[in-house]
């Protein structure tokens, strides 16, 4: 008998692929979560600083609070950017509520 190994080759299509997550302290974040978006302009940019508005904490009575939250990033973009950036965010959002559902929506604040 031979000691050769013979491998089959398989003529369907894989069926997937198998992958195991492995957390990695040393690879940087790419990836920020923001629930919360704050935008301004100048007279140069428009200033997106997005932030994450973690729960109030602590025995709340009601009334008016201010709650500080800390800005997870902040983006300045020239405004020849917008209109491509603007196009981009609506393709995206078509195709998320063409391929998932309705989305909620979330009352809209503005300061006067």
């Known amino acids: ?27 940087p974040p790419r990836r920020i979560y923001s ?8 007279p140069y940019d428009f200033s997106l600083k997005f932030c994450d508005a973690v729960p109030l904490s602590g025995n709340n009575t009601g009334g008016k609070v201010t709650h500080s939250i800390p800005i997870v990033a ?7 950017l917008i209109p491509g950036f603007i196009d981009a965010l609506q393709a995206q959002y078509k195709l998320y509520k063409d391929n998932i559902g309705r989305v909620e929506s979330v009352k809209k604040t503005s300061k006067k």
């Open 35 to 42: 629930n919360y978006i704050h935008v301004a302009q100048t």
């Open 1 to 27: 008998m031979s000691d050769k190994k013979t491998t089959k080759k398989s003529t369907k299509a894989p069926e997937g692929i198998q992958v195991t997550l492995e957390p990695n302290e040393n690879i």
């Open 74 to 80: 902040e983006i300045a973009l020239p405004f020849n």
